[in-house]
């Protein structure tokens, strides 16, 4: 899961969260996946929306242009294709991660760029607590639980 420096600890982790995430909605009832679990709106297909959307935003400097916006998954798309977008753009990100030679470079070359430590541990931050809400969710949906 983990190598023996800070760079590989940090993206084992991240890389098991976001196994977690993506393990979450496989195989999760068609007829559910849009659907809201909560008051909020927050759904499966959602949550993997916007995760897409963050790993854009910090590893690659591509800013939304409606954040509220990145929760909610084109109606067009169908679940497997909002998923191998999020597996595509974590690929991408990897590349851009392991181009990394020191974490306080920035992680993108876009403007105002965080260092690559701190986009690393944010997005751990972000898919642990968004893996946490899709846990939840597919419990509700079909008492799925665990990673």
Same mark, same amino acid.
């Given at each position: @899961?983990?190598?023996?420096?800070?760079?590989?600890?940090?993206?084992?982790?991240?890389? %098991?969260?976001?196994? *977690?995430?993506?393990?979450?909605? /496989?195989?999760? !009832?068609?007829?559910?996946?849009?659907?809201?679990?909560?008051? *909020?709106?927050?759904?499966?297909?959602?949550?993997?929306? #916007?995760?897409?959307?963050?790993?854009?935003? $910090?590893?690659?400097? +591509?800013?939304?242009?409606?954040?509220? /916006?990145?929760? &909610?998954?084109?109606?067009?798309? *169908?679940?497997?294709?909002?998923?191998?977008? %999020?597996?595509?753009?974590?690929?991408?990100?990897?590349?851009?991660?392991?181009?990394?030679?020191?974490?306080?470079? !920035?992680? #993108?070359?876009?403007? *105002?760029? !965080?260092?690559?430590?701190?986009?690393?541990? &944010? @997005?751990?931050? +972000?898919?642990?607590? #968004?893996?946490? &809400? $899709?846990?939840?969710?597919?419990? $509700?949906?079909?008492?799925?639980?665990?990673?």
């Amino acid at each position: @899961m983990t190598g023996p420096g800070e760079k590989e600890v940090l993206t084992g982790f991240l890389d %098991y969260l976001r196994e *977690s995430a993506l393990g979450k909605v /496989a195989n999760a !009832p068609e007829q559910w996946v849009r659907v809201p679990g909560v008051a *909020s709106g927050t759904n499966l297909l959602g949550l993997i929306e #916007h995760l897409t959307h963050v790993e854009r935003r $910090l590893f690659l400097g +591509e800013q939304p242009h409606d954040w509220a /916006a990145t929760f &909610h998954a084109d109606q067009r798309k *169908s679940t497997e294709s909002v998923l191998q977008g %999020y597996r595509d753009v974590i690929a991408t990100a990897n590349r851009a991660i392991g181009a990394c030679t020191d974490l306080e470079e !920035p992680a #993108h070359s876009g403007g *105002s760029a !965080p260092s690559m430590r701190w986009a690393l541990v &944010h @997005m751990i931050e +972000e898919t642990g607590r #968004h893996a946490g &809400h $899709l846990d939840i969710l597919r419990e $509700l949906i079909d008492g799925d639980t665990g990673r």
